[in-house]
């Protein structure tokens, strides 16, 4: 069975500083990866994701993540934070043969301060 | 707008009181899972379903059931919840197999068993 580890519960960083929230891996098959962010009271919504290619992904508001098969890990990094990128991050995994949903790591709180 | 709709979101219940929470979504998706969320734990997979009448359990399967009768709905029920069940839940629903495209979430259900 696949499993998910983010090592770091509370991130805080100040605001334009750079940031990194560490995510790794462990599945005996090939995995698709994920980040999910969760605002405040919300549900939870796709960041980016790595499917094959390019093992370096990027969103659209400046979050990256990079893929790397011999470290097993998927960490989110960022250059520049803003206050509103407080939120509950998530790394996520599906096994490329399953047919379960998702597996998520225990989540890292990103508090970002002024 | 295409969104996954859960009620309650919010519910205090005693131990042991049927209840169920309802999920449907507008986008004709096949696959569907719940999950609950507790601090420190992430997101946990307590079932999920590939199609109509087709159900499996996650990791965390006891003391729920669900149903899947229609495309759009799946319900999870507590037959009888104990202050154990006490969690944020959260429905959400994929268009593919494997969850690589987004997969959307409802805004949770936050249960309180006492």
């Known amino acids: 069975a696949q499993s998910v580890t983010q090592l770091d519960s509370q991130v805080p960083v100040f605001e334009e500083a750079p940031v990194e929230l560490r995510c790794n891996y462990s599945?005996?098959?090939?995995?698709?990866l994920f980040w999910y962010v969760q605002y405040p009271n919300q549900g939870l919504q796709l960041l980016l994701k790595?499917?094959?290619?390019?093992?370096l992904v990027e969103s659209i508001n400046g979050f990256e993540a990079e893929f790397n098969k011999s470290q097993t890990s998927f960490h989110l990094r960022k250059p520049s934070v803003h206050i509103s990128d407080t939120a509950e991050y998530f790394c996520a995994v599906t096994i490329i043969t399953g047919r379960r949903a998702l597996t998520f790591g225990s989540g890292t709180r990103l508090q970002v301060q002024p | 707008e295409a969104q996954v709709t859960q009620n309650p979101r919010y519910l205090i219940t005693v131990t042991g009181k049927k209840l169920t929470v309802t999920c449907s979504q507008n986008m004709n998706h096949e696959y569907m899972s719940w999950y609950r969320q507790d601090p420190g734990l992430g997101l946990r997979q307590i079932y999920y379903?590939?199609?109509?009448?087709?159900?499996d359990k996650g990791d965390v399967p006891e003391g729920y059931k669900v149903s899947r009768k229609e495309k759009r709905n799946f319900p999870l029920i507590l037959e009888s919840p104990s202050p154990n069940q006490t969690s944020l839940y959260f429905c959400a629903s994929s268009p593919d197999r494997y969850w690589n495209t987004e997969a959307f979430f409802g805004q949770g259900t936050r249960l309180t068993v006492v």
């Open positions: 599945s005996s098959v090939s995995v698709y």
């Open positions: 790595y499917l094959s290619g390019s093992t």
């Open positions: 379903s590939m199609n109509v009448e087709v159900t």
